[in-house]
């Protein structure tokens, strides 16, 4: 380990020792309002930038994946346990992965993101078609004893999960087959990486994650119905984010997501019709300013100013 | 065969709209995620002319398609110029404008949004039948055929007949070896990007006259665009009307004979198809 996987390592474990502990705090509940999205988003946008990040090919599906999980909670509470269905949806958003990934993946980026543009409008007619030709009502009840608290600490271990599979694929062959692939597509071949392969197994990984929020949220919407489940917002807000605080960094997106969550309850609670525009405008300021994100606009700084060392990974 | 008549009828529309991406994706280089969004814009337009105005829709195509051709040139002028610049190579350039077109997007979404509102929006315009082969069908989509149709073949006409035409094509083929033939490359992406949005936003007009639309359904013509371009082959005018034509038959039979709802995934359908098989385009040969 290097001096800064050891000081990161140390920073992580110290965090996840304190946060645990914030819903026993006095008048919590404004608290877990802003720390559940906030936890909902890292885990999200980080296990996106797992994927998009070292191969740029920018995934806009991540709606699909969750609205997926979410359904299958809702789908089958009352009847199965929980613990199962959480573990069903990740199923389900591993198959649905492994499907886009496998028709995608061996060509170019370009299908790729194409297909992943319109993928949660069309599982979402998919769905609202088996509601009103089979089940009968558009919507679905999540009545759970799950309290808010309970979802938080679920997301916070997603949250320790996702980095701990982020550090070990980074370390691995894995990571370094995506790097490769990443900077050149055509010399990750020559050098022997199968690199559909590496490809789909990552995005997979991407998709269980959304997929496992989703059904972890579900308790919390109680009412879940296509439009809300499938939100194009959602799918671009990750986006946005990850972008946001960079994507070559590990923590990277964590930069992003709080200053972000934070900012958005403050304007969707002051201009709630023009929410979409607004997004539209921040993430082109972010793409056309700092398209390397806050991280790598801070290390081009220091780099500039002579503290950085180089970029080693971290 | 009233599938296969309505199918048809749909598909050339499709087609011009695929045309308009062609452009701005064969020539110009840009894949634009916002493609839809003008589309919908054009339909607004018409919308608003018809109702406020009282005239007819067709008529609306006199103003609003320059007015889109003006709002993306300057698009691509002030924004996506910047981006052309700062790419060192293709991919580069296709993952800065997929990302900013996607915001694009958004914007457009978000002023249509403050505009007109969230409600879907339909008039209704010579709905009156139109008997072909014995069975009526929507006036309204026997003249947007017929409009589709002309303003394609006006442009297949204009980029196979004319000078200007022959250097658009010359620029979708090889940018690099166009600037050494003395063809003013960046005016000519920035000529065929605007002319892609106004054709667009014609295709738009069209189909507001027989379709309901609301400011946030872009996204799904986008798709739609993108998935015939795909299928056509990138640049291929002749695959590009086949594949609309597939793609609206197919469109139709999956509305009529399971569900209207599920046109998307009819789209979806044909794209993973092709993307399976045929990801060259259907008239596309295999890179050795």
Request: overall charge positive; proline content about 4%.
């Amino acid at each position: 380990m290097t001096r800064r996987e050891i000081r990161n390592t140390i920073l992580a474990v110290i965090a996840f020792a304190i946060l645990p502990w914030l819903p026993f705090l006095k008048d919590s509940g404004y608290l877990m309002s802003l720390a559940i999205p906030i936890a909902m988003y890292t885990v999200l946008a980080t296990s996106w930038a797992l994927f998009s990040g070292p191969t740029h090919y920018i995934s806009l599906a991540t709606a699909a994946f969750y609205g997926v999980g979410a359904y299958v909670v809702a789908g089958g509470i009352g009847v199965v346990p929980y613990a199962v269905l959480v573990l069903l949806a990740g199923v389900a958003g591993a198959i649905l992965a492994a499907l886009v990934g496998l028709a995608t993946l061996r060509l170019s980026g370009v299908y790729f993101v194409i297909f992943t543009l319109g993928l949660a409008e069309m599982v979402r007619q998919l769905v609202t078609w088996v509601q009103n030709n089979f089940t009968g009502s558009r919507g679905l009840y999540v009545l759970t004893d799950i309290t808010e608290r309970i979802i938080y600490w679920e997301l916070l271990v997603l949250a320790a999960l996702v980095y701990l599979i982020g550090w070990i694929v980074n370390r691995s062959r894995l990571g370094f087959a995506m790097r490769i692939i990443g900077n050149d597509e055509l010399v990750a071949a020559h050098v022997g990486i199968h690199s559909a392969r590496a490809k789909v197994i990552l995005f997979v990984i991407s998709g269980i994650f959304a997929a496992v929020v989703g059904a972890v949220m579900a308790p919390r919407f109680t009412y879940i119905e296509p439009s809300l489940a499938f939100s194009p917002e959602l799918s671009f807000q990750v986006v946005i984010m990850a972008l946001l605080g960079g994507v070559h960094r590990l923590w990277g997106p964590l930069v992003g997501v709080i200053p972000f969550t934070l900012l958005w309850e403050v304007i969707a609670a002051s201009f709630p019709t023009q929410t979409v525009l607004l997004l539209g405008v921040a993430f082109l300021l972010i793409v056309y300013f700092i398209p390397q994100g806050v991280v790598g606009l801070i290390e081009s700084l220091m780099r500039r100013a002579g503290i950085g060392r180089g970029s080693g990974d971290g | 065969m009233e599938i296969l008549t309505i199918g048809l009828l749909l598909g050339a529309t499709y087609a011009l709209i695929a045309m308009g991406l062609n452009l701005q994706y064969g020539v110009a280089r840009i894949m634009n995620l916002a493609n839809g969004e003008m589309l919908v814009a054009g339909a607004f337009g018409a919308f608003w002319v018809f109702t406020a105005q009282k005239v007819s829709p067709y008529v609306a195509l006199l103003f609003v398609v320059p007015a889109a051709f003006g709002l993306n040139w300057l698009i691509y002028r002030t924004l996506l110029r910047p981006l052309v610049r700062r790419a060192k190579n293709r991919g580069m350039l296709e993952v800065d404008s997929i990302l900013a077109t996607f915001g694009m997007s958004f914007v457009f979404v978000g002023i249509m949004l403050m505009a007109f509102g969230g409600d879907y929006f339909s008039y209704s315009y010579l709905a009156e039948p139109f008997v072909i082969f014995g069975s009526p069908y929507g006036l309204n989509k026997v003249v947007a055929f017929v409009a589709a149709a002309a303003i394609c073949g006006l442009l297949y006409l204009g980029l196979n007949k004319t000078r200007t035409g022959m250097a658009i094509r010359a620029v979708a083929v090889d940018p690099a070896a166009a600037g050494l033939a003395g063809i003013d490359v960046p005016k000519m992406s920035t000529f065929a990007f605007a002319l892609g949005g106004a054709v667009t936003a014609g295709g738009g007009i069209m189909l507001s006259t027989f379709l309901t639309l609301d400011a946030s359904i872009g996204v799904v013509f986008t798709m739609k665009a993108l998935i015939i371009v795909i299928m056509g082959g990138v640049g291929d005018v002749r695959g590009a009307i086949i594949a609309s034509l597939i793609l609206g038959l197919a469109e139709t039979a999956v509305a009529s004979l399971i569900d209207p709802g599920l046109t998307l995934a009819a789209a979806y359908l044909l794209f993973v198809l092709v993307l399976l098989f045929r990801p060259q385009g259907l008239f596309g040969r295999r890179p050795s």
